[in-house]
């Protein structure tokens, strides 16, 4: 089945700063990629998913390209602010599993 | 409002006794799903339904049990049976079961 695979934390970076988070999966066919992100002490909320190849999902400044030829999925946002501080999950079906999870990474943006 | 709501924040339980975690939806939404979260280990699915009074189970069942009586209700328990409870646990709900998913805020089991 479908596994997904996030670089590993904690990423600290400076507000303003660019940020890149990795994720890649393994599925051979087209699955349907997602990017999660949890505050502090709470659930996790949809941030943006992808459907198909080459679709760009985007939200709140984040954007994410879906990737067939490299199985990617990297979550980027130009400048990041400090209320951006939080883990964030790549995501993605896998055989009976409606979505795996990878193990997320914690981002710090400090003043 | 919609949304997930699940009850309470904090529980805390005592070695051996069944918990039982509340989740309800009002989204109208057919499917939905029990996570556990471990620090550093990202979400593991340990059950979900697609349907009333239908559920599978997923990468860690053992030790919990659920059940699906009315479309808005998913409780989790979890039995004296499961070795290692002590969790953050999440629902979830979708339309179905390829769509997204949607969580609520969580609870947190402690067992002591």
């Known amino acids: 089945g479908n596994s997904v695979t996030q670089m590993e934390g904690p990423v600290t970076l400076s507000e303003e700063a660019f940020l890149t988070i990795n994720c890649t999966y393994t599925?051979?066919?087209?699955?349907?990629l997602f990017w999660y992100v949890q505050y502090p002490g709470e659930g996790l909320q949809l941030l943006l998913k992808?459907?198909?190849?080459?679709d760009k999902g985007s939200n709140k400044g984040f954007e994410a390209t879906y990737r067939k030829e490299t199985t990617s999925f990297h979550l980027e946002k130009g400048s990041v602010q400090v209320s951006d501080s939080a883990v964030y999950f790549c995501?993605?079906?896998?055989?009976?599993?409606?979505?795996?999870f990878g193990k997320g990474t914690r981002l710090s943006v400090i003043a | 409002d919609g949304g997930i709501t699940q009850s309470p924040k904090y529980l805390f339980r005592k070695e051996g006794q069944n918990v039982t975690l509340s989740c309800e939806q009002n989204?109208?939404?057919?499917?939905m799903y029990w996570y556990r979260q471990d620090p550093g280990q990202g979400l593991r699915l340990i059950y979900y339904?697609?349907?009333?009074?239908?559920?599978q189970k997923g990468d860690i069942a053992e030790g919990y049990s659920v059940s699906r009586e009315k479309k808005e209700s998913f409780p989790l328990t979890v039995t004296s049976a499961q070795k290692n409870p002590t969790a953050f646990y999440l629902c979830?709900?979708?339309?179905?079961?390829?769509?997204?998913?949607?969580f609520g805020p969580g609870t947190r089991l402690t067992v002591l």
């Open positions: 979830a709900s979708s339309f179905g079961r390829a769509d997204t998913q949607y």
């Open positions: 599925a051979t066919g087209y699955p349907s």
């Open positions: 992808a459907t198909k190849a080459d």
């Open positions: 995501a993605s079906p896998s055989g009976n599993t409606p979505l795996v």
């Open positions: 989204l109208n939404h057919d499917a």
């Open positions: 339904s697609q349907i009333v009074n239908d559920f």
